[in-house]
């Protein structure tokens, strides 16, 4: 069978793009992997299926057919499915722009995680990404929110970091490097280490501060390995940032700069947050699914 694909990345978070716009394709894990494949397929950190909302046949998902029209359908390149993806939606509202299925306003696209508005800001694409919480919220304010849960870069290396876990629609855990560690010289080459293990897994973001409201992030993405951005990771980075300095609730901006690129996170009140970023479609093209 063959399908149509567009290849496109928001600060180098790349995608294959594969629209299904009567919503009969079944991507197996499998056929995931193998789009996402940089050898064998065409290569990316995830798929995202483009299909209509109301022919979804996840009923969380199909109860958002009311409010948007698209559902982003988002795999890992291993195949496994994620609630969301910050990068994901800017690329995906460039896509439905440019195929003429949205206008310029700003448009609601259906995720795992509910809802996310969308909207074109000159070259940038915006995303309301919904709220967040603190995992461990009730913990963290007892405790402080420095001695919950714990990240080791790898097995092996047994001086763990002290973190903090944040839901946004999907499970991330965020370190502050302390000054004496080298961000560029983190090995994620394997996945880093969380304790207590969460039950689905964690992305897992590693952050150091340049300035005021300036960070500089890496992240080891769950179903992936090391990606060169992560828009929900970024956003996670910011907050986690702003509750260690106590100011995430209020109107904060970050800059936040990845390997990939540089991304804005602003907070907004009601624990809510906004990513902003580029979205650039690379290329078109036809390939068969086995
Ligand atoms: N890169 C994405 C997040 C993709 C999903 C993630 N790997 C997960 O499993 O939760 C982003 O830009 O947010």
Redesign the pocket.
């Known amino acids: 069978m063959t399908v149509r694909f567009t290849k496109g990345h ?1 600060t180098e ?1 790349d995608f294959v793009v594969v629209p299904d716009l009567d919503g009969r394709l079944d991507l197996t894990a499998q056929q995931v992997a193998l789009l996402a494949d940089r050898h064998a397929g065409i290569g990316g ?2 798929v995202i299926r483009v299909v209509p909302t109301r022919l979804a046949d996840e009923p969380d998902v199909l109860e958002q057919a009311g409010a948007a029209e698209w559902f982003m359908d ?1 795999r ?1 390149a291993d195949g ?1 499915l ?8 800017r690329v995906l509202a460039a896509w439905l722009r440019r195929e003429g299925l949205i206008g310029d306003g700003e448009t609601a696209i259906a995720t795992r995680a509910g809802v996310r508005r969308v909207r074109f800001e000159g070259e940038e694409v915006v995303t309301h990404m919904g709220a967040w919480r603190l995992v461990h919220g009730d913990e963290v304010a007892e405790r402080g929110a420095d001695s919950l849960v714990h990240v080791e870069e790898a097995e092996e290396i047994d001086e763990p970091y002290s973190a903090l876990s944040l839901d ?1 629609g ?3 855990t965020v370190v502050a490097l302390p000054p004496e560690v080298s961000l560029d010289g983190l090995d994620l080459t394997r996945a880093p280490v969380v304790r207590p293990a969460p039950r689905e ?3 897992v973001e590693f952050v150091r501060v340049l300035g005021p409201g300036h960070l500089a992030m890496r ?1 080891y ?4 390995g090391e ?1 060169r ?7 996670a980075a910011a907050l986690a940032m702003g509750i260690w300095s106590g100011a995430a609730d209020e109107s904060t901006q970050w800059r936040v700069d990845v390997p990939g690129g540089s991304l804005r996170v602003r907070a907004l009140p009601g624990r809510e947050v906004e990513l902003a970023g580029p979205a650039v479609l690379v290329a078109d093209g036809e390939t068969s699914l086995l």
């Open positions: 928001g978070n950190d995830g988002y890992n496994s994620a609630q969301m993806c910050g990068n994901g939606t946004l999907n499970p991330h897994g964690s992305n992240v993405e769950r179903g992936v990606t951005s992560c828009g929900t990771g970024v956003c």
